[in-house]
């Protein structure tokens, strides 16, 4: 279902981290943040310049995309100086980025490769303190903006198959929180959204993921929300519209998280239990 437009973000400029194709939930908010009226810069790691598919979104929404590693202090830094001098100081930032290491490839929680958890936590979580941090630093960020985070349940809760993932998604949200209470002072603000499992290349890369998809798709009232639904939201939580939220997980999952068990979870477990007995 298309969502009507309503000018939400209209004379909002921003930079949207993380789209990789048309399922990235970073694709998706570009075009809804596109669709409300507001203009950004794409930007994504250089290393995957030679997929080739940002271009078409870039086009698609008029943006223009500037490659930057979020672990390097230098390519945020040369990233603001561009996006500022195209678009002014910043309204918005997005960051969905993510990349687990171990989670890769497959190592499991209690043998963890340390340079790769470093780098994990360093891609999933620093980032957002850097790309913040820079901002600040570099006066790109204007009064009365907003920054939102994607992030995920497993930050709360233990998802054995998640494993790093849980541990750099606990310290962004703890960034948010932290960081939260420092923008304060400039009217910014800074949010999390905790996403359903959502079928992207981050999502898929882990292991047992359809599982995980199909449970909560189960035990969730609403379902799982998709990548175009967390693409509307975000739209609210870049608009004015929610100006006094700050430093917040807020839960865009079908219900997910307040839910103990579904009727149809426990009747599955209980026909299981009666087969193998
Ligand atoms: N897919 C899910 O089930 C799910 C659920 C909840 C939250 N999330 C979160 O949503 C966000 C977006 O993930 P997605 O599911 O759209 O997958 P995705 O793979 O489409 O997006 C992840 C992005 O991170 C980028 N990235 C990785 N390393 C980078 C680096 N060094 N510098 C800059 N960018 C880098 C990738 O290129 C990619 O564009 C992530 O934070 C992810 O953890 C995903």
Redesign the pocket.
Known sequence: MATKAYNLLEGKTGVI?????E?????HIAEAVYREGGRFVL???P??RRFGTLEALAEKTESIIIW????SDDDIRSLYAEATERLGRLDFIV?????GLNVRKKKEYEALNYDWYHKTLD??AI?LHRIVSHGLALDALAEGGSIV????IGAQRTFSKYSE?GDA?AL?ESIVRSYGYRLGKRRIRINA??????????????EG?DAM?DFAEKLSPLGNAD?ASCADYTVTLLSDLTRMVTMQTLYHDGGFSSMGISDELVLQLHRLAQQDG
Request: no cysteine; net charge neutral; glycine share 8%.
């Open positions: 981290f993380g789209a990789l194709d399922n990235s939930i970073a694709w930007s994504n790691a290393v995957v930057a590693d979020a672990t960051h969905s980025i993510g990349m891609i999933s980032s985070a994607l992030s995920y993932m998604k962004l959204i905790s996403q359903s499992p959502t079928k992207t290349t981050a999502g898929s890369g882990i993921f998809y990548a």
